[in-house]
T-cell receptor, first 112, second 115 residues
Framework: GNSVTQMEGPVTLSEEAFLTINCTYT??????LFWYVQYPGEGLQLLLK?????DKGSNKGFEATYRKETTSFHLEKGSVQVSDSAVYFC???????????FGGGTRLMVKP | GAVVSQHPSWVICKSGTSVKIECRSL??????MFWYRQFPKQSLMLMAT?????????EQGVEKDKFLINHASLTLSTLTVTSAHPEDSSFYIC???????????FGSGTRLTVV
């Protein structure tokens, strides 16, 4: 079955540091890949997505590139802010697009 | 964009009572709705998937008689936790998917505390 593995947190960075959160996946066919963000006490918000190999999703300074050869979808941001502190989930859908599989989540803490 | 409204945001109930959580798609028709449970500092666990007008499909290990899911319309799904016990205390999140919008939209979650 499909699975998503992402680096364990928490990840603690100083403001303006470079961020990478690793995500690798196992899936059959051609899944779509997502990053979701969850702020404390809230639901999930879609951060970015990529639907095919070599696509780059980007939003709010965050980027991730769909790498089929390495089955990865690492999340990056050049300069993090305190307001980026949250839990980030990598996820994928099956071919039919009717089920999301989540990674375990990575908590990011950004200190001023 | 697509918006999903989930209510209540938090609820405290006595052990043995039932609690209903609503999930509404505000600006699109949700043909499929998903209910998740999230324990502190953990990922989301899919509980069930429901298609409008059909019975929900429950994941293994989820008691369908305890977690009643109704998806009677294209804009509303409800999760009822029946005879709640303290171990049911958790964060419950719904997600909706429509045919005209590619993607999943999540509600803001409901924190249930059973005392």
């Amino acid at each position: 079955g499909n699975s998503v593995t992402q680096m364990e947190g928490p990840v603690t960075l100083s403001e303006e540091a470079f961020l990478t959160i690793n995500c690798t996946y196992t899936a059959t066919g051609y899944p779509s890949l997502f990053w979701y963000v969850q702020y404390p006490g809230e639901g999930l918000q879609l951060l970015l997505k990529a639907t095919k190999a070599d696509d780059k999703g980007s939003n709010k300074g965050f980027e991730a590139t769909y790498r089929k050869e390495t089955t990865s979808f690492h999340l990056e941001k050049g300069s993090v802010q305190v307001s980026d502190s949250a839990v980030y989930f990598c996820a994928l859908t099956n071919n039919a697009g009717n089920m999301l599989t989540f990674g375990g989540g990575t908590r990011l803490m950004v200190k001023p | 964009g697509a918006v999903v409204s989930q209510h209540p945001s938090w609820v405290i109930c006595k052990s043995g009572t039932s609690v209903k959580i609503e999930c509404r798609s505000l600006d699109f028709q949700a043909t499929t709705m998903f209910w998740y449970r999230q324990f502190p500092k953990q990922s989301l666990m899919l509980m069930a998937t429901s298609n409008e007008g059909s019975k929900a499909t429950y994941e293994q290990g989820v008691e369908k008689d305890k977690f009643l899911i109704n998806h009677a319309s294209l804009t509303l799904s409800t999760l009822t936790v029946t005879s709640a016990h303290p171990e049911d205390s958790s964060f419950y999140i719904c997600s909706a998917k429509g045919q005209e919008y590619y993607g999943y939209t999540f509600g803001s979650g409901t924190r249930l505390t059973v005392v």
